[in-house]
């Protein structure tokens, strides 16, 4: 299984009590899909955004570190785009960086 980081932005200005039943909504249905399982999830906070959205000036930035197959990130897309309150989401693979030795001459 692969390490994924996942950004979604909810449109519009939320209180406290509706970005945390957004974050909670939304890692719920990314656990559905089988064999995905969310590391980490957090608020980003609210942000005016560099152009309109459906409508939206600003809108309220989460990220989320998931786990799961190549198969379920599909699904997992799916379920995003249903959900009328995100208005983006981008899915990207977390990339394990080796260390690499500096040489001082």
């Known amino acids: 299984m692969k390490r994924y980081e996942l950004m979604w932005i909810i449109g519009g200005i939320l209180d406290d009590k509706s970005m945390e039943e957004s974050l909670s909504n939304v890692t719920k249905s990314i656990s559905l899909p089988k064999k995905s399982k969310v590391i980490k999830a957090e608020l980003w906070g ?60």
């Open 46 to 105: 609210k942000r005016k955004l560099s152009y309109s959205i459906n409508n939206y000036e600003d809108g309220t930035y989460f990220l989320a570190e998931i786990e799961s197959d190549s198969d379920a990130i599909s699904k997992i897309e799916l379920i995003l785009k249903e959900n009328e309150s995100v208005i983006r989401h981008l899915i990207t693979v977390k990339e394990k960086f080796k260390p690499y030795k500096v040489s001082t001459k």
